[in-house]
């Protein structure tokens, strides 16, 4: 059952809980993570980011995802996340993503507000919801080192003037696989939080611990994006199945599927989203 992301992540702060946006590429982890969604009956967003796109493209990726979610009775919206070009997003949205990421948070402040607005009018146009990034969440790799904290002086006008729907902060997470403990400045978050009510964002949630999941959700992050804990999991049940096995490679299928629902339910009950559908 395909909802907007506004609705949900609207119930999600009515109702004090978080929701898990799942970044899949193939049929295994998308499955997975619906049957996760169902078996606890919590409603999920299901999406894919510009950098996946050599997996499976926008337009597949699309057909795949909404033709699973069509068959779920949980709320479940499609989302894509990390659109780092114009090009990109509205070709997302014309194709009937619900919800986009446009990430201009490496961009100095009054251009990340310009090129934000520019596409929060063309995907409310479309139907469709936009999350904007303010501060700047790192990527895992050696040359991405400007982290930057989302000034919580700055959000208002950010929201304001771009008219997002969510907005992705930076309190201390990081994408990819954490090199030390991640230090979370809860306070930060609540001093956003006392200032707007837009759905809060927070990219970066794999290793995190359970007790940063709950304080997060109590502090008030609705949408927590997860790729890299499903991601690992599916090609740790892959790996292990074909080291042990010559034949009967179908099975790598049911094993990866297994492993991304195992992963996402994880998740799903640290959220508190469990029962919510």
Not at 250 to 265: I, P, T, W, Y
């Amino acid at each position: 059952m395909i909802i907007s992301m506004k609705e949900m992540l609207q119930d999600a702060r009515a109702r004090r809980y978080g929701v898990g946006m799942f970044n899949t590429f193939n049929l295994e982890m998308a499955l997975g993570v619906l049957e996760a969604a169902e078996a606890l009956r919590a409603p999920v967003i299901l999406g894919t980011a510009e950098a996946l796109l050599d997996c499976c493209d926008l337009h597949l990726c699309h057909s795949m995802l909404s033709t699973l979610a069509a068959r779920v009775k949980v709320p479940v919206v499609l989302h894509l996340d990390h659109g780092f070009t114009e090009k990109t997003v509205k070709q997302a949205i014309d194709i009937g993503f619900g919800s986009v990421m446009f990430d201009q948070s490496e961009l100095p402040y009054e251009e990340n507000v310009s090129n934000l607005k520019r596409l929060a009018d063309y995907a409310h146009e479309k139907g469709a919801a936009i999350e904007g990034e303010l501060g700047h969440v790192v990527f895992d790799t050696t040359e991405d080192t400007g982290y930057a904290y989302t000034q919580p002086e700055e959000v208002s006008d950010y929201v304001a003037r771009t008219d997002v729907d969510a907005l992705a902060i930076a309190i201390g997470t990081a994408h990819g696989v954490y090199k030390e403990k991640p230090v979370l400045d809860l306070e930060r978050l609540r001093a956003i939080r006392e200032i707007t009510d837009i759905g809060l964002v927070l990219h970066g949630s794999s290793g995190l611990s359970d007790d940063d999941f709950r304080n997060l959700v109590r502090d008030g992050i609705q949408k927590f994006n997860i790729y890299t804990d499903v991601s690992f999991a599916t090609s740790q049940a892959a790996h292990d199945w074909v080291k042990g096995h010559d034949r009967c490679i179908e099975k790598v299928s049911v094993r990866m599927r297994a492993a991304a629902k195992e992963a996402a339910m994880e998740k799903l009950r640290l959220l508190g989203c469990a029962g919510k559908a």
